[in-house]
């Protein structure tokens, strides 16, 4: 039976492990009982070693724009993103709705001006 808290705190990137994408470089499912609570999120991790890398620096592997996607928020919209779409640049992590050619490949084509435009819409995810 789930307690009341852990109904509360939505599980982030649907429970995909954060930081897998830096250590095995694809995304990987974690796992309940490698669980950390982050940001008003609940983050699993593929193993242990995982959880205690991200409870260490979490602002470092967590998705730059939560469970939304990047390009999307770039374009003034809010979109729930799906983790196997994703991109790492200049050490952070990316994730989008759509698979290339739209999201990563769209989002990289003018990097630096679709991180700008999405941190600006910062605001729609509030």
Known sequence: MSTFATEAVPLAIKGYDPVAYFT???PTRGLPEFEYEWD???Y???NAEHRELFKADPVRYAPQFGDYCAMALAEGE???ANPENWLISDGKLYI???PAPMGPALFEQDLAANIA???ANRALMQ
């Open 24 to 26: 095995t470089g694809r």
């Open 40 to 42: 008003e999120h609940r």
């Open 44 to 46: 699993l991790f593929a």
């Open 78 to 80: 809010l979109t729930e």
């Open 96 to 98: 989008f709705g759509k």
């Open 117 to 119: 435009k999405a941190n």
